[in-house]
């Protein structure tokens, strides 16, 4: 199978005596060592990563990445995937939470339609990148085929060029819209983790008990049949095959675009479930990506935490949230703002006169 060239490109890390220095200028301001807890936290690992001494969340960009299922058809999501295509306008007359969201924080927001069943031309404000009408149905055969996953990954990566090229984006969130993508989200996690079904699958948009148990039953067939046609769940567990057999056109879109911006130096904030799942698939996939990431959210899809778990490290938010659209991750970025605030603007001890010295 032929990998985009794009992919063998090198990912940098933090350069620790910026971090460092970050820390001993977050001992210096005039608080408690530490008593800003992880708002420090977030301003020393960004200047870390950013290496400089001042940290910076802004100009922050949200790319939106649609695309359908075929396996939406096994009834697996509690919303039709119409619903999908019906977004699309919603997003496109600025209508959805994503839109408000972005729209409040200041940040600009692209849609990207890399694979919806939409006849025709695709929505006003919707950037038309179809690669296939939705993906085939995971559950019989390969949800797409290595070109198909292979330019859907190019076509994230090359959103987050667009990006930089166009506002200098210091700051990346991924959205995506595409009805059954928890499925999705789930199989691409039960293989590269090599888990079953039950604890990774959840209500997703809102199932019931027994739609959960109808969503579980899909995803181990689909698991099951894609080990048995690679001779073993190690062959799954391999990051391409697990991202294009049992993926999704918009969660390969947002791995592609998680490397890419670990690549280039920009720092990822991740939103919940599917984004979890896209983000440990980049990390598979590319090692080195996990640095550039920070969890923006636990998701309240109950497999989310074993993303977390997975990748390693805290969501900022415990929100209750379970959206998608990159809306967990949106919600983080005041705080952000916040932390490089602080970090920048605050007065040291020696600027204020305040004795820095604890009483013994
Ligand atoms: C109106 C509406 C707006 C949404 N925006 C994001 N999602 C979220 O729900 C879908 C995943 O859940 P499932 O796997 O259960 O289908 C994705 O489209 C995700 O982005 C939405 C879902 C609905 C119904
Ligand atoms: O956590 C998410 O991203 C999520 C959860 C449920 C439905 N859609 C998205």
Same mark, same amino acid.
């Given at each position: 199978? &032929?990998?985009?060239?794009?992919?063998?490109?090198?990912?940098?890390?933090?350069?620790?005596?910026?971090?460092?220095?970050?820390?001993?200028?977050?001992?210096?301001?005039?608080?408690?060592? #530490?008593?800003? /807890?992880?708002?420090?936290?977030?301003?020393?690992?960004?200047?870390?990563?950013?290496?400089?001494?001042?940290?910076?969340?802004?100009?922050?960009?949200?790319?939106?990445?649609? /695309?359908?299922?075929?396996?939406?058809?096994?009834?697996?999501?509690? @919303?039709?995937?119409?619903?999908?295509?019906?977004?699309?306008?919603? @997003?496109?007359?600025?209508?959805?939470?994503?839109?408000?969201?972005?729209?409040?924080?200041?940040?600009?927001?692209?849609?990207?339609?890399?694979?919806?069943?939409?006849?025709?031309?695709?929505?006003?404000? +919707?950037?038309?990148?179809?690669?296939?009408?939705?993906?085939?149905?995971?559950?019989?055969?390969? !949800?797409?085929?290595?070109?198909? @996953?292979?330019?859907?990954?190019?076509?994230?990566?090359? !959103?987050?060029?667009?990006?930089?090229?166009?506002?200098?984006?210091?700051?990346?969130?991924?959205?995506?819209?595409?009805?059954?993508?928890?499925?999705?989200?789930?199989?691409?996690?039960?293989?590269?983790?090599?888990?079953?079904?039950?604890?990774?699958?959840?209500?997703?948009?809102?199932?019931?008990?027994?739609?959960?148990?109808?969503?579980?039953?899909? +995803?181990?067939?689909?698991?099951?049949?894609?080990?048995?046609?690679?001779?073993?769940?190690?062959?799954?567990?391999?990051?391409?095959?697990?991202?294009?057999?049992? #993926?999704?056109?918009?969660?390969?879109?947002?791995?592609?675009?998680?490397?890419?911006?670990?690549?280039? /130096?920009?720092?990822? +904030?991740?939103?919940?479930?599917?984004?979890?799942?896209?983000?440990?698939?980049?990390?598979?996939?590319?090692?080195?990506?996990?640095?550039?990431?920070?969890? #923006?959210? &636990?998701?309240?899809?109950?497999?989310?935490?074993?993303? +977390?778990?997975?990748?390693? #490290?805290?969501?900022?938010?415990?929100? &209750?949230?379970?959206?998608?659209?990159?809306?967990?991750?949106?919600?983080?970025?005041?705080?952000?703002?916040?932390?490089?605030?602080?970090?920048?603007?605050?007065?040291?001890?020696?600027?204020?006169?305040?004795?820095?010295?604890?009483?013994?």
């Amino acid at each position: 199978m &032929n990998q985009p060239e794009w992919l063998d490109e090198s990912i940098p890390e933090a350069h620790p005596q910026y971090a460092e220095q970050a820390q001993a200028r977050q001992d210096q301001l005039t608080k408690p060592p #530490g008593s800003l /807890g992880r708002l420090e936290e977030i301003a020393i690992q960004l200047a870390g990563l950013q290496q400089t001494a001042h940290p910076v969340v802004d100009p922050v960009q949200i790319t939106l990445f649609a /695309g359908d299922h075929g396996i939406a058809k096994d009834g697996v999501s509690a @919303f039709d995937p119409v619903v999908t295509l019906q977004m699309m306008e919603n @997003f496109s007359n600025g209508g959805a939470a994503i839109c408000v969201m972005s729209e409040e924080i200041g940040a600009e927001l692209e849609v990207v339609d890399v694979g919806t069943r939409w006849q025709g031309a695709v929505p006003r404000a +919707v950037r038309d990148e179809r690669i296939a009408p939705g993906t085939a149905n995971m559950r019989r055969q390969p !949800a797409m085929t290595d070109e198909q @996953f292979g330019a859907a990954l190019t076509s994230g990566a090359r !959103a987050v060029d667009r990006a930089i090229e166009k506002n200098g984006t210091r700051v990346f969130i991924a959205g995506e819209m595409g009805i059954a993508n928890t499925t999705a989200a789930a199989a691409v996690v039960g293989a590269l983790l090599n888990k079953a079904a039950p604890g990774l699958v959840g209500p997703g948009t809102g199932h019931d008990a027994s739609g959960v148990r109808r969503k579980a039953q899909a +995803v181990d067939d689909t698991l099951a049949l894609h080990r048995d046609q690679l001779g073993g769940a190690a062959a799954l567990a391999a990051p391409w095959e697990a991202g294009r057999r049992v #993926g999704g056109l918009e969660l390969a879109a947002m791995t592609g675009a998680y490397i890419r911006c670990a690549q280039r /130096g920009v720092v990822i +904030v991740l939103d919940g479930f599917i984004s979890g799942a896209a983000a440990l698939l980049a990390e598979r996939l590319r090692p080195g990506c996990r640095g550039w990431m920070i969890l #923006g959210h &636990n998701s309240a899809e109950p497999g989310h935490h074993r993303i +977390v778990a997975a990748l390693g #490290g805290r969501p900022l938010l415990e929100f &209750n949230m379970r959206l998608g659209e990159g809306s967990g991750a949106a919600t983080a970025v005041p705080l952000m703002r916040m932390a490089c605030a602080i970090h920048n603007r605050m007065a040291t001890f020696a600027e204020a006169g305040v004795t820095p010295e604890g009483q013994g």
